[in-house]
């Protein structure tokens, strides 16, 4: 077989391989219903892009020889035709620029699609562009048109009818500006007081580096929530969005975009060379730019050989996954363009989900919006008079961006710290003479980090990594030190040790000799405060070379790993003989004590006696040692006594900090800072800690930080307690922080422009712009100076007027007093912030922070933030979002796939703690049924309203209206505690469910007024979470002229408690009954041989109805009166079972009864208090249960299908027996007992 056939076959039989995984992962390979829409783009997945999909797959896989190229070329496509004939027949239909050759570029297909985005043009420069629109369309179509589950139980029809309504709705809030708000003038009338009650909600603005996604949009919809909420209960309400674009990420984005670029450009140049290169490139750009061939700088097929073994996404393929088309990735190397391109397809998804946002006051940050950027220089104008300083401090650093790197210039390590060890100076007693020649002059040191510089005293050894590599540096001093070279990168940056110029034109410590553990093992050395004159080093195997300087400081008396390690060399004379360790090297080392502890029986030293405890057998078992570890540390620091040296007697945390100074101060030791964990900055190298010259904020303040702890304690609503307790802690754990940046984008230090203000720092109190954005930019997002007052208008003095710092109107300014003046009313109306919104992860940085900066610009804490919510992320099916799971889901997508509303409602009953939350795509699906059997119920019920019974109330009539009073009071207090899965159930579930319940229960035979105000109640509030099918309903159905959005919160009368109670009994009767009635019908099935006969239908039944409980009964009850119970009707003692079986009259009790008491208590206390509360204590109803069941007799024959039923005392024996039933019976609790009977054979 020749060579090309054998290329032919192996490259074929992988590509048919990759193109079945591609399209098995897709969307796609779902069935397929109906095809798009005539004129609109079908799903990328035809057969060209396959072909693009598969093939590349194959070049990530096997860098193949450019021989087999177009024999790759041919199988992909012949592959993927034939997978793509089932699947997509209908897409050959439709013609555009990704199916047919001849078609239409992918840009404005039809008039229809450009309206579809006209709505944006009114904010200036947010209208999409055509590449915007290009991405819009694109996304859609390569969600396919996939079926869901049967089990989803909803179409793709009743999809797009959703999809319909919330566009229609969606254009009519547009044309009415629903949800603009402005100040309202001052009243200066006699008869009215203060100003209207106002709420201003803000959600921190997402970051502008791609497009918004499921976790955003679970979080801002708190913000969304609580906004339609409080517009429906009489607030004014203001909702304003932004886009934040400052820092790291996106220069560091465009940077390395830019290098894959120039990259791919010239491997593709070194490619030209070759004959067969040429080929290669030729046939592949004509696949990747099928629509233009001639687009420069599009995809190339190489990746640089890191990418190629790691198989991760550059940044290249990053942008490729978010849509974006071939033509368009070019641009993205200037970071401005990330900025007119993601906040405008930001602001088109936030419309899509039908968010209530004043979209006037929308801004994007950096100094490209240069009324921002005046506003975020007076801020620092304000801090720096006494909160902030320059100087040096320790900082976590990249190396690649040369500058400090905060949380949001993090891929990973968000909140991670400087960590401070004492760097213990272990010298090297005798060199040996062959590494003289490298060392030169100078003392040579092995040093050790470490936490616990105060047990120095009981050192028995030190230890190293026998594989470790190891070099040796050259302090500043001259003396030299032996450590890892991750931990001399950091002394580098640290000016521990002598530097030089690396080759990327950053410096790098230098390196005068290299060896490994194995050469450093049996080294004589002088360790500081040791008893021993001489200790040696000796191997440990489980040294990590990424922490510390891979040499570790031995302390068996007071470290269960050190203990482990020494007992396993001085043990185990075959590990000392299989690595060359001499005994004299660690047998003469016994443990020594060198603490006491007062609250043990101090016969032992901490560790070994831990280790003995937990069984430990070697030094090796690190889960065991980690926890062993952690009991040790704590126990030494608290409770640990010094038993040597001068400061004997001392306890451990009084004279940690005074042994750890005498060290540095001898010379013994020195400073030296480690992140805490790891720390990869969005640049890509892993961060380091260095001592940088740089502005810092001083968080660490007293004064200021009691002022904000003392807001949080007092005054701030967290809605839950962990939170609160967690900013707490933040407070005091923030410290100053680092707050100017040499790279990325930003504002400028106003007094030194050498410094960019980094990312959290500018981001604290900026919900103060959004009260005057709207008069300063005039709802342009750039904040272009076209026909406006000009940025340097906007001094400090202007500043400090507007935020009522100041009282005087400003002398010389460009700006009217008349628009000051209105700037500042603005300000004064919605300052302060009633609720911020945000995920968890900030509390430890931008929410802390925010209530720093708030205090040290408004003196009143009146003017700071009132109450923050903090939820936890979102997982997607139980599982956390991620694009490999195959569940990450943009914003657009959920969208496109589920409608808004349903998106929402998923959102709603997804979770609301810190807790992470469970986002589900059956809910979703499911809800989308849901909202369309509301709307044709509700379209149905209409029509017949004016059929409907009228006149006076019934008893059921009354009961039902009194449970949609219950319903809409409670709904209030869950959405006023933020508890949207308690008010979804409430408004959505449970309404759903009364209007079922009133149709079975009444046979049809419904209210005119009853079902006309449910319909009305719940579109009112359900709107919140639902509003778009709320106001189409509420207009286009229920026929009002009003928004619903805009109706207030209705007015319920007060809940009668016995209306409630009865219905309560009702339901629970009757699902009693059917229960019964079931287990009848059904009964067990006997032994296999016997075959078990219909069951026969009742034709009668005995209801037994009790009024008052069993003497036992009531004696109990009259007990556990006296239990006390939570607020959760829990009884607060756990044991109260024990209270109940000791009282008196229990004692007195007859023994028969003793047990079926003790049953009864348990069983009232968990199943009927827990749900009732205490009233489940009542010795008797506050209603007659007989009569009430009478009553509705019909009705519960209807339900059951029993004919004849009669209501009986249960005090009251019955000619048909059935005894257990009759003293089963409770107060509340009816009991049914079926019989059949058989007519007497007809006379012959």
Known sequence: MTFKAVTFVVAGLVAIIRCVVIVQQSAFAAKITTGPPPGCVPAPHTEQHSLQLARYSFQKTQQGSPRAQPYIEWMCGAALVLLAIPCRAKAWRYKCGQCMPKSKPMCFLNSRRAMRYSDLNQHGGTSLTGAQCNLVERRRAQRGRTVLAAEESASWSRRDQMLGIEEQVQQLWSEHSVFTADAPPVRTDSTTSGDVPKFFVTFPYPYMNGRLHLGHAFSLLKSEFAARFMRLDGKHVLFPFSFHCTGMPISAAALKLKAILDSRARSDDDDDDDEEGTAETVAHSSVMNAEDPAVPTTFKAKKSKVEAKTGSLDQYEIMVALGIGPEEIPKFVDPEYWLRFFPPLAIHDMKKLGTAIDWRRSFITTDMNPYYDAFVRWQFQKLRSQYLDNGKRQSIFSIATQQPCADHDRAEGEGVKPQEYTLIKLRVKVVPGEWRESLGDGEVFLVAATLRPETMYGQTNCFVLLEGNYGFFRMRNGEIVVCSKRSALNMAYQELVEVQEAASGTIEPVCLLEKSGKDL????????????????????????????????????????????????????????????????????????????????????????????????????????????????????????????????????????????????????????????????????????????????????????????????????????????????????????????????????????????????????????????????????????????????????????????????????????????????????????????????????????????????????????????????????????????????????????????????????????????????????????????????????????????????????????????????????????????????????????????????????????????????????????????????????????????????????????????????????????????????????????????????????????????????????????????????????????????????????????????????????????????????????????????????????????????????????????????????????????????????????
């Open 521 to 1244: 093992v049996g080294l004589p050395l002088k360790a500081p405060l040791a008893v021993h004159d001489t200790i040696y080093a000796l191997p440990m195997l489980t040294i990590s070379m990424d922490k510390g300087t891979g040499i570790v400081t031995s302390v068996p008396a007071e470290s269960p790993d050190d203990f482990m390690c020494l007992k396993d060399w001085k043990s185990r004379a075959n590990w000392r003989e299989q690595f060359g360790v001499k005994e004299e090297w660690c047998l003469p080392f016994d443990v020594i004590e060198i603490m006491e502890f007062p609250d043990s029986d101090g016969s032992t030293a901490a560790a070994p006696y831990v280790c003995e405890q937990m069984k430990i057998g070697s030094h090796k078992e690190r889960d065991k040692l980690a926890a062993a570890k952690k009991e040790v540390y704590m126990k030494g620091f608290y409770s640990g006594v010094l038993t040597v040296g001068p400061y004997a007697g001392s306890k451990v945390m009084d004279i940690k900090d005074q042994i750890r100074n005498d060290l540095i101060a001898s010379g013994e030791a020195v400073p030296y800072f480690e992140p805490e964990s790891r720390v990869v900055a969005r640049s890509g190298d892993e961060c380091i800690v260095a001592l940088c010259d740089q502005w810092y904020l001083k968080y660490s303040d007293e004064q200021w930080t009691q002022r904000v702890k003392a807001h949080i304690e007092n005054d701030l609503n967290m809605f839950n307690e962990a939170a609160k307790k967690n900013m707490l802690y933040a407070v005091g754990w923030l410290g100053d922080w680092a707050c100017s940046r040499t790279f990325g984008l930003g504002t400028k230090l106003p007094w030194d422009e050498q410094w960019l203000i980094e990312s959290l720092s500018d981001s604290t109190i900026y919900m103060a712009y959004y009260t005057v954005a709207h008069l300063i930019q005039g709802g342009e997002l750039y904040g272009s100076t076209d026909g406006k007052i000009a940025p340097d208008a906007f001094t400090e003095e202007v500043f400090d007027y507007i935020f009522c710092i100041r009282q005087d109107v400003p002398a010389d300014t460009a700006i009217s007093t008349e628009l000051l003046h209105r700037m500042r009313r603005e300000f004064e109306f919605w300052y302060p912030v009633d609720l911020r919104c945000s995920g968890r992860d900030l509390i430890q940085n931008h929410l802390t922070m925010s209530l720093f900066n708030h205090a040290a610009v408004w003196e009143d804490p009146s003017r700071w933030p009132q109450a923050m919510y903090c939820n936890g992320h979102v997982m997607v099916d139980s599982e956390k979002m991620s694009k490999s799971k195959g569940n990450f889901m943009t914003l657009e997508e959920a969208i496109q796939t589920y409608s808004a509303d349903a998106t929402r409602i998923a959102c709603a009953g997804a979770g609301d703690n810190l807790n992470d939350a469970n986002w589900s795509r059956e809910t979703a699906a499911k809800s989308i049924l849901r909202l369309t059997t509301l709307q044709a119920w509700t379209e149905d019920m209409v029509k017949r309203l004016p059929s409907l019974r009228s006149g006076e109330l019934n008893f059921l009539d009354r009961i039902f209206e009194n449970e949609i009073n219950a319903a809409v009071t409670q709904a209030h207090a869950a959405y006023t505690d933020m508890l949207y899965g308690e008010a979804l159930r409430l408004v959505w579930f449970d309404m759903d469910t009364l209007r079922s319940q009133y149709a079975i229960l009444t046979n049809g035979d419904v209210h005119h007024e009853v079902t006309k105000r449910l319909m009305e109640v719940q579109m009112v509030v359900l709107s919140p979470i639902a509003p778009h099918v709320c106001e189409h309903l509420w207009r286009n159905v229920l026929g009002k002229q009003s928004f619903v959005v805009r109706e207030p919160w209705p007015t319920p009368a007060a809940v009668d408690g016995i209306l409630k109670r009865q219905y309560e009994v009702i339901q629970g009767s009757l699902r009693f009954f059917r229960l019964e009635l079931d287990k009848l019908m059904s009964p067990k099935k006997k032994k296999k041989k016997e075959q078990a006969g219909p069951a026969t239908k009742p034709t009668h039944a005995v209801i037994w109805v009790a009024k008052n409980y069993k003497q036992y009964q009531q004696d109990i009850l009259s007990v556990l009166q006296q239990i006390e119970f939570d607020a959760e009707n829990a009884p607060v003692d756990p044991d109260f079972m024990r209270t109940v079986k000791n009282s008196e009259v229990m004692k007195d009790m007859p023994k028969t009864n003793v047990k079926k008491a003790m049953s009864f208590a348990s069983f009232v206390v968990r199943n009927e208090v827990s749900i009732r509360g205490p009233a489940a204590l009542d010795l008797q109803l506050p209603f007659d249960e007989d009569s009430m069941l009478k009553d509705i007799l019909d009705v519960v024959k209807a339900q059951l299908g029993v004919p004849n039923i009669e209501v009986c005392d249960a005090e009251r024996e019955h000619p048909r027996g059935c005894d257990s039933q009759r003293e089963a019976a409770t107060p509340g609790n009816a009991r049914i007992a079926f019989f059949v009977d058989v007519p007497e054979p007809a006379a012959a």
